[in-house]
């Protein structure tokens, strides 16, 4: 492809994102979440705030993995000072432990219900409050008419919202911008050096708006992201899982 038909195709896909007002907004100039290559699947290669992120965790493991990666991206998210409020049914979440993620547990509002209903009700009322910075629900489904309507409240409020879906039951199409799976992936101890390592996750882009898919390997060091090994390498660790 030359490169005047390459500028006219971006120059058309950011009118067609224009249009559906699903374009990214920018948390600071230049700024990215470092999440390293991963970033680049995101259209204009920008994490999409202001939307709903749907994260897929079939059992305990995945739901704490989830819920880690999940923090790491709160911090960003949270640098202007507003807080999250996180709505859930059956929380296990330790609090203390947000702030191993750059997550002051004092910034996060906490709101546990019993019904899916109200679960959805609180989410789509709080993604209507402008002062806050992430909204994050626990719940196992959601359908295609109920993930609109939260996706249309954040078009108009700009607030980013995150969907944690606990065991799904069914795994139906949704409105979402994005939809990850996070798996736990076995840490690297440092030399000499008793323990457990930094967390690291397999993360799965399985649907991405007007992006790409792909999976990659990351890990939280040192208060950040960091980007370790591509798809191969993912490929390479579950052959030696398996053997």
């Known amino acids: ?44 290669k920008v994490f999409p705030t202001g939307t709903i992120h749907e994260f897929l965790a079939e059992n305990p493991e995945n739901i704490a993995a989830s819920e880690g990666f999940m923090a790491g991206l709160m911090a960003k998210l949270m640098e202007t000072g507003n807080p999250c409020l996180w709505i859930s049914r059956n929380r296990k979440l330790f609090p203390p432990a947000l702030q191993g993620f750059g997550v002051w547990p004092q910034q996060v509002i906490f709101i546990d219900l019993y019904r899916e209903k109200e679960i959805l009700w609180v989410m789509e009322e709080a993604l209507k409050c402008e002062g806050l910075a992430v909204v994050v629900a626990e719940l196992p489904d959601i359908d295609f008419a109920q993930s609109r309507r939260l996706q249309l409240v954040v078009e108009k409020s700009r607030v980013t919202g995150f969907l944690l879906r606990k065991e799904p039951k069914r795994l139906s199409a949704t409105a979402c911008t994005v939809r990850w799976s996070i798996k736990p992936q076995p840490s690297e101890l440092q030399s000499g050096l008793p323990g457990v390592g930094q967390p690291r996750w397999e993360v799965n882009l399985l649907k991405v708006r007007n992006g790409h898919t792909g999976s990659f390997l990351l890990e939280w060091a040192a208060d950040h992201f960091k980007f370790f090994e591509t798809t191969t390498a993912i490929d390479s660790a579950h052959s030696k899982q398996a053997g």
């Open 1 to 44: 492809m030359t490169t005047e038909k390459q500028k006219i195709l971006t120059r058309l896909k950011r009118q067609l994102l224009e249009a559906q007002e699903s374009n990214p907004t920018l948390i600071a100039p230049g700024d990215g979440f470092g999440l390293g290559p991963l970033e680049a699947c995101f259209p204009f």
